[in-house]
């Protein structure tokens, strides 16, 4: 079974512009989440996303914005970038099934480096 | 709200000895908790969990951990660790206050073990 798969791994932006990342869940699960990891802030909840409907938003500006498609991937959008939004963006599922007790499966992560 | 405290920011451990990543946490009601563990340049690898039930659970690649309620602790524990152990722990918990599933992590502990 293929786990969560994000897109690019990589990738170097200037400040000012605009990414968009990309998360395919495990197959079946419908709840996609999404970290940001800095060193200086660890690990941050983003937002959550099932059934297409964004259900909680962390302590973010605007700028970050997030959609589910019918088929359960997600995708993730930082505009007007800036340099501390340099950063590994880790996407995580899970079987909204298994409520309170399932645990989440992370992907590679999308490492962004904003100039 | 809930936390979660690491506070060791690096553990080191020779070979072959046991080792003991330490956790505190803070919630209001039942703790749900987790450890993950991290490789360079990877994303998050589920550990084991604390849902309900006995004390002592038991995870992936020989780790356990010893849920103590009264010391509000969820330490991580293997009792041979192995070159290949070193990297980056973090532990976490539900939080189940959110309206939606979020993990709160704490700063992560890394773990050199010395051969």
């Known amino acids: 079974k293929a786990g969560v798969t994000q897109t690019p791994r990589y990738l170097i932006k200037t400040r000012g512009q605009q990414v968009t990342l990309s998360c395919s869940p495990i197959?079946?699960?419908?709840?996609v989440s999404w970290y940001q990891q800095t060193p200086g802030q660890g690990l941050q909840f983003l937002f959550e996303y099932f059934s297409e409907t964004q259900r909680n938003k962390g302590n973010f500006p605007g700028r970050f914005s997030g959609r589910q498609f019918s088929n359960s991937r997600s995708e993730m959008n930082v505009s007007t970038l800036e340099l501390g939004d340099s950063a590994l963006y880790l996407c995580a599922s899970r079987l909204p099934s298994s409520g309170n007790t399932g645990e989440l499966f992370f992907g590679e992560g999308s490492r962004l480096t904003v100039l | 709200a809930q936390s979660v405290a690491q506070p060791e920011d690096q553990v080191n451990v020779a070979e072959g000895n046991p080792l003991t990543v330490k956790c505190t946490y803070s919630?209001?009601?039942?703790?749900?908790l987790f450890w993950y563990v991290q490789y360079p340049n990877r994303g998050l690898q589920f550990l084991l969990k604390?849902?309900?039930?006995?004390?002592l659970v038991k995870g992936s690649y020989g780790f356990e951990a010893e849920f103590n309620k009264s010391q509000t602790s969820f330490h991580l524990k293997k009792p041979s660790a192995l070159v290949s152990d070193s990297a980056l722990y973090f532990c976490?918990?539900?939080?189940?206050?959110?309206?939606?599933?979020?993990?709160?992590f704490g700063k992560g502990t890394k773990l050199s073990v010395i051969p």
């Open positions: 197959s079946g699960h419908r709840s």
């Open positions: 976490a918990v539900r939080d189940l206050g959110a309206g939606s599933y979020q993990l709160t």
């Open positions: 604390y849902i309900t039930g006995d004390n």
């Open positions: 919630v209001s009601g039942n703790p749900y």
